[in-house]
């Protein structure tokens, strides 16, 4: 069993930058990133392969979002830039899925509230 604890969460303006932090238990292959906006289903932002050399993104975060990982501490990261209200969510850190699919996933951490004001 794998747990997943997220950071890094918070307040900021729009145009600004947080920077999550995901740390894993255990070993974990494929991570992601989801968001879950007030009265949304929970949508797919980022995922990365175990290696690091292979991510996918939402198309709406192509360009100012990150997705990175340190295997050495069993750590994945999503560096967001250039936020906007519409980011505004619980992020939550995934593990062991198979890519845009939450249901795919096995293992999830208990989120991070992230709130974009314009």
């Known amino acids: 069993q794998v747990q997943l604890v997220e950071s890094g969460g918070g307040l900021v303006q729009a145009g600004g930058s947080l920077r999550l932090s995901c740390a894993a238990s255990g070993r974990t292959f494929s991570m992601g990133w989801f968001c879950q906006a007030p009265g949304k289903e929970r949508e797919f932002v980022a995922v990365?392969?175990?290696?690091?050399?292979?991510?996918y993104y939402a198309d709406s975060v192509k360009g100012r979002f990150t997705i990175s990982r340190d295997n050495a501490k069993n750590t994945v990261y999503l560096q967001m830039n250039s936020l906007k209200p519409m980011d505004t969510g619980v992020y939550y850190c995934?593990?062991?899925?198979?890519?845009?699919?939450?249901?795919?996933?096995?293992?999830w951490g208990q989120g991070t509230q992230v709130t974009v004001s314009s």
């Open positions: 995934a593990a062991d899925g198979l890519g845009f699919d939450s249901n795919d996933y096995d293992y």
């Open positions: 990365i392969s175990w290696s690091g050399d292979t991510s």
